[in-house]
């Protein structure tokens, strides 16, 4: 992205309250809240930090740092850069073996455990397929893609197999973020990368964060909100007017959503990896108890939405599960 789109994009966010490229909208706040704003281009997204300290100086040490973990992430994780670990490790032959640094061992740990926690609906191991598809080529068939990761942080393949974090890396990512902030005595955030999204406190002179969902279908409108003090929120969903880049790590095939999934946990995280995997089966009985979901999907008469243990969301106009 060249200085001009990306000035651009920020002229439009500060104007219109939307984040590029993300499903959540913050509506209107409180006059008397001034909270630390800072905006960064990191990990392929607009990424905003809203901070609440005591100490302002304070608070732009703790975004400052906070965003500099981001950016740590992007240079070690990323398949965008040909340079990255992740990149050098994807390019090595079968039997290869990579020592990681402790930041891409944490995130690698925490996308193969979300791959077995979700059965193979999320799995972090179909890079080659994700990148066939997105250079119009049908994936080469992969019966098995092996990778160990050892406590030493020694990671090893057998076959061709490529690592691709985009579903959980962003999510954990914000999740090191939050840690940043909290210990840094905030008494309230939000980090919102693209639409992983994570709050925690509440903001002066309200009485939770209050977040709208981006309509699928209406890319300019609101579907639903929620208010949150705590946890995270994620979507995947067709909003890009090719579709998604989601593919089904158990058959490899290209993923047609025709709407959005958008899941509320308790780390961010949890919320990325699991509304991948949402996108891939979006039948929400599956999830753990301790997450929340909303899928809106297109059907002959508008947009059919389903939730599951959503608690905290207002689906509007009514609550028959079928919108305009």
Known sequence: MDRRTFLHRLGGLLAGG????????????????????RLYYVMGTIVRFEVYHPDRAAARDAARRASALLFEVHWQMSVQEPASILSRWNASPSGAELM??????????????WRAVTAGRFDPTVGAAVAAWQQGRTPVPQPERQVELDGDGRLRKWG??????????????????VAVLRQ???????VNAGGDLRVFGTPPGRL??????????????????V???????????DYEPDGSTL???RDLARVRLDGSVTVWAPTCGAADALATALAVEPDPSWLPASVGALVARRDAEGLRV?????????VSPDQTGRLP
């Open 160 to 177: 061709p197999v490529a690592l691709d974090l985009a579903g959980s890396a962003k999510g954990w990512a914000v999740d090191q973020a």
């Open 100 to 113: 990681l640094p402790e930041l891409t061992r944490q995130a690698v740990a925490e996308a193969l455990r």
């Open 227 to 237: 208010a949150l003090t705590e946890g995270a929120l994620a979507t995947s969903g």
């Open 208 to 225: 939770a964060w209050t977040i709208g969902i981006r309509h699928p279908l209406r890319p300019d409108e609101v579907l639903t909100t």
């Open 247 to 249: 593919v089904d790590p």
């Open 184 to 190: 840094a005595g905030c008494t309230a955030a939000l």
């Open 306 to 314: 389903q939730t599951c243990r959503w608690s905290l969301a207002a």
């Open 18 to 37: 939307w984040l590029a490229g993300s499903p959540f909208r913050l509506l209107a706040r409180a006059a008397e809240a001034t909270p630390l704003v």
